[in-house]
Every structure is written in structure tokens, then in C-alpha cells.
């Protein structure tokens, strides 16, 4: 695997939700759509405390290699031994990705860190739009399937 697009260490709370940001944001480079991006979020920020409980520091490297986006969790082994993956995440690029290369897309995420640095409250309120357009997303999924049950219910007509 080719040298990783972003490392991000693991040592506290605050490192847990600029993650959390970052990943959504480099989601959003590659053009995700915002579901995906969301959900990306989530589970780094899921892995990310999952490291930080079980050994308080690790990392997770994003990569991006044949068409895919990799997410790798480290955690240390020991202070003599290098750090061992714990979690391999893998999601194909979707179709309209973003054609950079490789040293515009690293250069992107530079950027992307020195221009938005984490603010605690942008970021639950961007965690708090996700979630309304989630619930927004299932309630006209849930409106769609009972439409759908009352067609198949209704008589019809001879």
C-alpha cells in the first residue's frame, strides 16, 4: 500500500472529533455524496474511541488506492514494536470521483486541516444536519412503503 493520505493520531477526545471532521471532509473531496459522507464519519469516529478505549493512542490512515478509499486503525503494540492494524475499512470510489491526483488530493487535505480548524460546536451542529437529512431521508422512505402497501392492499377493480 502506497503512503498514507492523511494520518491521524489518536490520543484524546479532541483528536477523536477532528477525525471525525477530517474524514468527512476528505469524503467530500472524493466525492461522496453526503450519506456516505456521514456514515464514513461515524464510523471513524465509532473506531477512533474503540482505540482510544482499549489502548489511549493509536491512529488511522486513510489511503487511496485502486479505486477505493482505506481506512486502517492502528493501535500500538509496545513501545518497541511497531503498531499493528486492528481494522481495515474499505469503500469504492463512487463513479463520479473527483479526478485528482494523488499529489493534488494530498495537497487538498493539507489545505482542508489549515483552513478549518476544529471548532467543537461547527461540528455537532454539521453531525446535527446530517442527522436531520437522515431522518428526513427515512421518513419519505416510510412514507413511500406504506403508499406502496395501501396500492397492493386496495381492491381493485373488475
Not at 461515524?42 to 478505549?53: D, G, M, Y
Not at 494523488?102 to 495537497?107: M, R, V
Request: contains cysteine; hydrophobic residues 45%; negative net charge.
Amino acid at each position: 500500500m502506497n503512503a498514507p493520505l492523511l494520518v491521524l493520531a489518536i490520543r484524546n477526545k479532541r483528536d477523536i472529533v477532528q477525525a471525525r471532521q477530517r474524514i468527512r471532509q476528505t469524503a467530500g473531496l472524493l466525492g461522496f455524496d453526503h450519506q456516505e459522507q456521514s456514515g464514513l464519519a461515524s464510523a471513524v469516529f465509532e473506531i477512533a474511541c474503540k482505540l482510544r478505549q482499549q489502548s489511549r493512542a493509536g491512529e488511522i490512515r486513510l489511503h487511496v488506492e485502486a479505486d477505493a478509499l482505506h481506512l486502517i486503525a492502528y493501535c500500538p503494540d509496545g513501545e518497541a514494536t511497531p503498531p499493528h492494524a486492528t481494522l481495515h475499512l474499505q469503500r469504492p470510489l463512487p463513479t463520479k470521483a473527483l479526478n485528482f491526483t494523488s499529489e493534488d488530493l494530498a495537497w487538498a487535505v493539507v489545505e482542508l486541516e489549515l483552513l478549518t480548524p476544529l471548532n467543537l460546536f461547527d461540528e455537532i451542529h454539521q453531525q446535527n444536519q446530517e442527522l436531520l437529512l437522515l431522518v428526513r431521508d427515512l421518513q419519505a422512505c416510510q412514507a413511500e412503503v406504506a403508499r406502496l402497501r395501501h396500492e397492493r392492499s386496495a381492491p381493485t377493480a373488475a
